[in-house]
């Protein structure tokens, strides 16, 4: 059973996140998140890849439906925004725009899913930012990318 002193807030955003004393973070907005999925209105595909599994470093793919699947396409790496604490790469809310960028500027996107402060406190999100970066850069060949 835990403590009046554990449950003390020591730091608390409003509206956003709370740190307990025992280092409990309890999140209060952008916590919902949505799985890869084949969108029936634009055809878009996603899906999930480790990047990294000793830091749990992940992304979400979404390839755009083409009707010339030999054709090479621009490559987006996209950081959502959340000051490196709010949401996730799987929030509905970015994953509803990556599919709609995805088919409208007929792209492939990596969204990179870093890790969140405050538990992982800075430098962590950048290094996983630059960690991403470099394995889609090794996923790179001569006839395009792949994932």
Known sequence: MSSTRDEEIVQEFPNFIRVYRDGRV????GTDTVPPSTNPET????KDVVIDPETSLSARLYIPKTPNPHRKLPLLVYFYGGAFCVETAFSPSYHNYLNSLTSKANVVVVSVDYRRAPEHPLPIPYNDSWAAVKWVASHSTANGWYG
Do not use: N
């Open 26 to 29: 309890e999140r209060l907005a």
């Open 43 to 46: 055809g878009v595909q996603s």
